[in-house]
């Protein structure tokens, strides 16, 4: 069974309709696009040349983020 790292992506676009794509677990680790694919597709890139990178100089594992998947609040239907 093979296993994967996942990586949250988190997008921003900015007043000029450019998207910038940020992974939150690799410090640095931006990219841009006209569109949301190109910046999708940035975002991948850059992460294989991180991780390629961090692999050459021996840098410790990427960290995870400190806060991850969706927050929800359930408050009670009797309160």
């Known amino acids: 069974m093979k296993t ?11 007043e000029d ?4 794509a940020r992974v ?10 006209k569109t ?3 910046a ?4 991948v890139e850059g ?7 961090r692999a050459r100089i021996g840098a410790r594992k990427p960290r995870k983020p400190r ?6 609040y359930r408050r009670p239907v009797h309160a």
Do not use: K
């Open 47 to 53: 992460i294989e040349s991180c991780i390629e990178a």
């Open 4 to 14: 994967y790292h996942e990586f949250a992506i988190d997008y921003f676009q900015d």
């Open 67 to 72: 806060y991850a998947g969706i927050n929800v």
């Open 17 to 20: 309709g450019m998207f910038t």
């Open 24 to 33: 939150p677990a690799i410090r640095g680790c931006l990219a841009w696009g």
């Open 40 to 43: 999708y597709r940035n975002a």
């Open 36 to 38: 949301l694919e190109e």
